[in-house]
């Protein structure tokens, strides 16, 4: 593994970070105040710092040490998360992974912005109100007095120590006066196995005040029996500071569990020891001795007691125990500190162990999407084979129970089970889409002046990669538009007698087979005047064009069309909606709008859960072979001639139970006959659209029940109105797949091909 | 004259020669992906007439253009006769059904005459020149143009 590839799995993790860091902060956004939420933030900064340091990522770690630190605040309740420290937090949170990406991919960060930023966390840290705290770190060093280490800090131009540590003095009365600590630094193997390296930790202590290092060498073994990826150098410190205990830990608190750490104030006295003296009784472990201070046969008595007694411990193993409170003080309290970390900082180390305890319980891998994507063309290759395999059998084998149809059915099962198990690697909740969104939301929230609350429903939601993926552009583009168009500002929404902070929705959910996606705003909805006006402008209707207002809503899907008075950086280069429209039919889905004038607009996306295989129904309809996609079919019933009516000159509706439903000649809508076929003759199929209604959709026959991988008809030919997609059935022709709920809009007059007709008007 | 800019280094170019409606025309060769026989298509809804509907093609689905139609003469009625030359249009794959294959031409640039000024624009629009080989007269054709994109575009 060379660095590069080692540098590529920090990346991952930081996205995952921050993820992670987002959603916390959403929740906190949300009056979430479960400690575990704050901790999981602070977790997520703080790994991402830790990693950023092993990589020397200097902007990236100074910045996320500031919000480290401002989110300690927070952890130790001296700052009260509200909305006004989470606005800055989410802000914060934005910096960091743009900081990410710019370390990931090169590319600069808007500096400025996170100077502001790096400002407005230190603020935070340093005061309890946003307001207040910009003038409190100029005036608090002041009366502390500290005559060297601050400004030794500045000099060197350290940005991480460069923001005050003022929140640590005021909490810290026994760091007031300057006062010297002996600090003993035992580094174990696992230090260095992480890329901790004890030097920079020493470094990093020499700039908290006055320094004098004494090296333990002692354990050092003979180069012979030396494993030369073992820790064998402890360090003593005299440090001479006027910070805490807490601000000499805090440079250790990466290593923190992989080192002996003991802090004392010169004296004897446990700095901050309330709470660690009891712990001292704590059983020594013996084995945990051998195991971690390796075998130093060769080594002479040596003036630190440390190693001498931890040597005399292993010669008496019986008595160790006993004596361990009094004789061994040092290397106990060593250990008795390393165990208090532990158990002392229980918040920490529990969500450790139950970080631990959940990836035990879930090992997952992290595959190339490559060899998934290769996994699932191949298994559907295999569907296909499968299908022609079983169709040439039943062809020329008449004999249905031979061995060769049993095997064959077996055959089919494992397929389906594979495919089925293929499809759920693929399948991925859109919430780190949706998560996304509310950085987009905010983001233009601040360029318009505007105040938007975004809701996220339904986020746990499972659909495939691929899907995903495709989905977060042009959901950017409708949140955009729908924060910059569809919502007003603030004084128009309170004059509209509306919340001054409006509400953008956004919600996922399964419906029969596919996965629906709403956004829904609660702004002024669209402008059918302005819209028409625009229209008629671009020539895109003719002045005396008769529109529905359904039709006008969705004059905004046309290319080229805008009603952004002003063009601005968000959105309302005219580029938007009709992008949008292209991509979610590039999925197999539709978008709809519907709008109230003065209470917002809802756009509606249906997309398909995969885009690979669909359950179907294959049907025949004027000597074509099509498949009905089998999540639309409610049922399907053979029609008798008098649940027949005809209604007005071209409309036939059918009974069923009592209640009449339109009937829908297929073959008709997609222009294979010239006449309606007679229903007696056929086949319905009882449909359900997105739309609600239903409809009855009549072919000719019905040829059976199959699983088609889809084809993408796009790829060579072009996107056909009423078709969704095509497939290859057994014989090896091409079948094309009903889009339903194209063919049930057209059913209401829709024409299939709205674009054309507005050409054809304008 | 993008073709002369491809075809500077070997001095000519290859083009294969087929058979419409007992006329002759070309393309290019390098554009040409296979040559397969006719196996029936499957028809797409709304088409344009000339569009015959789309054949799997090894798990792709490929649609076919009937040539003699497109051109304005008489659509052709398949049988397994015909042939479908496969052919790559900008990042799209299509099928082109056409009599038969005919030729294999090597031509300088110097061969092709331009498009006489009498003919429509229809015929103008794609044919790229006619070479005179051999006392046959041979259309070259420029796919790009055989391929409704306008509609696509509008679509």
């Known amino acids: 593994m060379d660095m590069n590839e080692i540098k590529e799995i920090f990346f991952q993790e930081c996205e995952e970070q921050l993820a992670e860091l987002e959603s916390g902060l959403l929740k906190l956004n949300d009056g979430d105040r479960d400690p575990e939420t704050v901790n999981a933030v602070f977790r997520a900064v703080h790994s991402i710092k830790g990693g950023a340091g092993a990589f020397g990522l200097d902007d990236l770690v100074s910045f996320a040490h500031v919000f480290e630190t401002t989110l300690d605040c927070v952890r130790s309740n001296r700052l009260e998360p509200n909305q006004d420290v989470l606005k800055v937090m989410l802000k914060s949170a934005d910096v960091l992974a743009d900081l990410t990406n710019a ?440 002045a005396d064009a008769n529109l529905s207002d359904e039709e006008i809503d969705n004059l905004i899907f046309h290319a080229g069309f805008s009603t952004a008075d002003k063009i601005s950086d968000i959105s309302g280069r005219g580029v938007g909606m009709d992008v949008v429209k292209r991509s979610i039919q590039a999925l197999g889905g539709r978008i709809n709008i519907s709008s109230k004038p003065g209470h917002g607009s809802v756009f509606t996306m249906s997309l398909p859960l995969t885009l690979a295989v669909l359950d179907g129904m294959v049907v025949t309809v004027a000597n074509q072979t099509l498949v009905v996609p089998l999540t639309a079919i409610v049922e399907t019933l053979q029609p008798e001639a008098s649940a027949i009516h005809s209604f007005g000159a071209s409309q036939r509706l059918i009974s069923i139970r009592n209640s009449f439903c339109p009937l829908v000649d297929v073959g008709r809508i997609l222009n294979f006959r010239a006449i309606q076929a007679n229903p007696v003759e056929g086949v319905a199929l009882l449909v359900e659209s997105e739309g609600g209604g239903q409809r009855a959709l009549m072919v000719d026959a019905i040829q059976g029940q199959r699983q088609v991988v889809i084809k993408s008809l796009e790829a060579n030919y072009t996107h056909v109105p009423g078709i969704a997609a095509a497939t290859i059935l057994g014989d090896g022709r091409v079948a094309l797949i009903l889009d339903v709920d194209a063919i049930v809009a057209a059913s209401r007059g829709q024409s299939l091909k709205p674009e054309m007709l507005l050409a054809a008007a304008g | 004259m993008t073709y002369a800019a491809k075809n500077l280094t070997t001095g000519g170019r290859e083009l294969i020669a087929f058979r419409v409606g007992g006329q002759e025309f070309c393309v290019n060769v390098m554009s040409v992906r296979e040559i397969r026989g006719w196996t029936p298509a499957t028809a797409m809804p709304h088409a344009p007439s000339y569009m015959l509907g789309v054949i799997n093609l090894r798990g792709a689905v490929l649609p076919i253009i009937d040539f003699s139609a497109r051109l304005g003469m008489k659509p052709a009625e398949p049988t397994v006769r015909h042939v479908i030359i496969v052919a790559q249009v900008k990042s799209q794959v299509v099928g082109l059904l056409v009599d038969a294959v005919s030729d294999i031409l090597t031509v300088a640039d110097a061969d092709i005459q331009p498009t006489p000024d009498i003919a429509s624009d229809f015929e103008r629009s794609f044919a790229r020149g006619v070479l005179a080989i051999e006392g046959r007269m041979i259309c070259l054709v420029e796919l790009d143009q055989v391929f409704p994109h306008e509609e696509r575009e509008a679509a």
């Not at chain 1, 309330?274 to 201070?293: A, H, R, T």
């Not at chain 1, 690697?425 to 950085?439: C, D, L």
């Open chain 1, 103 to 542: 370390a990931r991919d090169g590319g600069s960060v808007d500096a400025a912005r996170s100077r502001q930023l790096i400002k407005e966390l230190e603020a935070l840290a340093n005061g309890e109100l946003p307001q207040a705290a910009v003038a409190e770190p100029v005036a608090k060093p002041a009366p502390v007095a500290a005559p060297t280490p601050a400004p030794v800090v500045n000099e060197e131009g350290f940005q991480p120590v460069a923001f005050s540590f003022d929140d640590f003095e005021t909490n810290e009365p026994l760091a007031i006066e300057p006062s010297t600590f002996e600090i003993l630094f035992r580094p174990k193997s696992e230090l260095y196995a992480k890329g901790n390296d004890a030097t920079l930790l020493l470094r990093d202590l020499s700039r908290l005040g006055e320094m004098s290092i004494h090296c333990d060498m002692d354990e050092l073994p003979a180069l012979a029996s030396m494993n030369p990826e073992a820790a064998y150098f402890a360090w003593k410190i005299s440090l001479k500071t006027d910070k805490g205990e807490e601000a000499i830990r805090s440079v250790f608190e990466f290593a923190e569990w992989d080192c002996e750490l003991d802090v004392m104030l010169a004296g004897g006295d446990h700095a901050g020891a309330g709470e660690e003296l009891p712990m001292q009784p704590v059983p020594f472990d013996l084995s945990m001795l051998d195991e971690e201070v390796p075998a130093s046969p060769g080594a002479a008595e040596d003036d630190d007691q440390v190693a001498a007694q931890q040597r005399e411990a292993r010669d008496d193993a019986v008595s160790a125990a006993a004596t361990a409170s009094n004789v061994l003080q040092m290397a106990q309290t060593a250990r008795a500190s390393a165990e208090s970390n532990r158990s002392a900082a229980s918040a920490s180390a529990a969500q450790a162990a139950a970080q631990q305890a959940a990836s035990a319980a879930t090992p997952t891998i992290r595959v190339d999407l490559d060899r998934v994507d290769r996994l699932i063309n191949l298994v559907g290759e295999l569907v296909i084979n499968q299908a022609m395999l079983s169709q040439s059998v039943i062809e020329n084998d008449t004999n249905g129970t031979s061995s060769i149809n049993m095997g064959l059915e077996e055959l089919q099962q494992l397929t389906r089970e594979i495919q089925d198990s293929v499809m759920a690697i693929r399948a991925q909740p859109v919430k780190p889409v949706f998560q996304r969104m509310s950085r987009i939301v905010r983001e233009i929230a601040d360029m318009t002046g505007k105040s938007v609350r975004l809701v996220t429903e339904g986020e746990n939601t499972e659909v495939d990669k691929t899907v995903i993926d495709k989905l977060a552009e042009p959901l950017t583009h409708m949140i955009r538009n729908a924060v910059d168009h569809g919502l007003e500002t603030p004084e128009k929404r309170v004059a509209a007698g509306k919340n001054p902070e409006g509400t953008v929705r956004l919600t996922a959910k399964h419906r029969s087979g596919r996965i629906v996606i709403e956004l829904a705003d609660d702004g002024a909805g669209i402008n059918r005047e302005k819209v028409r006006q625009k229209a008629i402008d671009n020539d895109l209707i003719a």
